[in-house]
């Protein structure tokens, strides 16, 4: 029943990005699951969001993250475990300078680094993102707003 789990590059974060960043994934056989580490100062998530081909949960290794968990905001500190079914509203971000640690689970594995590199080169550059530009970066992603 074994299986050896492949590990996908690790991602870096564009040059000048800051700490933010996914640092790879993980899947195993047959893409079941895949988990991501989101590391630095977490780049704040657009709010409420749900995904229609997935699940994920979120688990905070270290530092403080703000999750949602659609009734409401939360602090996160380590060893908080929050799981949100295929469609399940959530959110997260880090509201502070501090840096934070989160492992992030997807059900099936899908691919994240695409996601999350293109999330850390908005916040390093700091650019402004128009509604069409937003809305063309979720319906790639499989991110829906609340």
Request: proline content about 6%; glycine content about 14%; charged content about 20%.
């Amino acid at each position: 029943m074994g299986g050896s789990a492949g590990l996908a590059e690790p991602v870096q974060p564009p040059a000048g990005a800051g700490p933010a960043g996914c640092a790879g994934q993980q899947q195993l056989r047959h893409s079941q699951l895949g988990v991501a580490e989101v590391s630095g100062a977490i780049p704040a998530q657009r709010g409420a969001h749900f995904q229609r081909t997935f699940s994920e949960s979120f688990y905070v290794v270290s530092g403080t993250v703000r999750l949602y968990g659609g009734s409401g905001w939360i602090d996160g500190r380590p060893g908080y475990f929050l799981h949100v079914p295929e469609g399940g509203v959530h959110g997260f971000r880090n509201d502070s300078d501090a840096e934070a640690v989160m492992l992030i689970l997807f059900a099936p594995g899908i691919p994240c680094e695409a996601y999350f590199r293109e999330l850390a080169e908005i916040a390093a550059t700091g650019r402004t993102l128009s509604e069409e530009e937003w809305t063309d970066l979720f319906a790639r992603h499989d991110q829906c707003r609340a």
